[in-house]
């Protein structure tokens, strides 16, 4: 019987972020994007640019306080006050986005092409400068390369999910060969994160949304130059990424 209130309530609570997301994104952000395109007519690029990046950052703060998750983050010191620098993450779920531009920086992302097409928030994804890569299309891995090289010489902030995908388990998976290969060729400083409760609120193949506890916590940034290798680098990050994601159900309990 427990089980099937629990179903219920994740379906109203599914239903509940829907109706939230319509409101906030689609109206609001439709807002936004207009506003954005008149100061950017008025004042210019940079202008409009900031505008874009602090509504996005409240946005991800927003999110967590509307899914009523509880976000704990430790080691936000360590987070540079100017780029260039690559922010590297584990990824558990969708949320990890809203998460590393509401609480790290609203950045730009490395991430698959398929998220331009979300009504309004792809809109958002491209706005930031992101680079959207077609997995099926090797010319365009390359080309992403060419352009993440250009972007960070100019002092902008990326996200990078070295593993490619989400995790299906919560488990920090193998890093792709070569996901670090800018940042290492370049020596641009790497900002480790680790993420752990996201996929409590939205699994991977699943529909359904829940609250979570999430702990988000923020290594020492790296000088890629230390290491003698790209895959050197890359294994040092996935074993410190990994090592800070806590497995504990204890240590991450879910609000329901």
């Not at 997301?21 to 640019?49: A, C, D, M, P, T």
């Not at 927003?62 to 010191?77: A, M, N, P, Y």
């Not at 352009?147 to 919560?170: H, M, N, V």
């Not at 020492?220 to 890359?234: D, M, N, T, V, Y």
Request: hydrophobic share 40%; charged share 25%.
């Amino acid at each position: 019987m427990r089980k099937i209130w629990n179903i219920i309530k994740a379906v109203f609570f599914t239903i509940w972020l829907f109706i939230g997301f319509f409101g906030v994104v689609i109206i609001y952000g439709s807002y936004v994007l207009i506003k954005s395109n008149i100061l950017k007519r008025k004042k210019g690029e940079e202008v409009s640019q900031e505008y874009i990046r602090e509504v996005v950052s409240w946005f991800g703060k927003v999110t967590f306080k509307f899914l009523r998750s509880d976000v704990q983050i430790e080691g936000k010191e360590h987070i540079p006050n100017e780029g260039p620098y690559v922010i590297i993450s584990n990824h558990q779920s969708l949320f990890d986005i809203p998460l590393i531009l509401g609480y790290i920086y609203p950045s730009a992302f490395i991430a698959k092409k398929e998220l331009a097409k979300i009504p309004i928030l792809g809109r958002f994804i491209k706005k930031l400068g992101s680079i959207l890569i077609d997995r099926n299309d090797v010319k365009s891995g390359a080309a992403a390369l060419k352009k993440f090289a250009k972007i960070s010489k100019t002092g902008e902030i990326i996200t990078l999910f070295p593993e490619g995908t989400r995790s299906i388990d919560g488990k920090v998976g193998e890093f792709k060969k070569g996901s670090l290969l800018i940042p290492f060729r370049y020596n641009i400083k790497v900002l480790p994160i680790s993420i752990n409760g996201t996929i409590k609120m939205s699994k991977k193949g699943s529909l359904f949304i829940k609250p979570s506890s999430i702990k988000l916590l923020i290594h020492e940034p790296i000088e890629p130059k230390k290491f003698a290798s790209e895959g050197e680098l890359r294994e040092y990050l996935r074993e410190m990424i990994s090592n800070g994601v806590i497995d504990d159900e204890s240590e991450s309990k879910n609000m329901y």
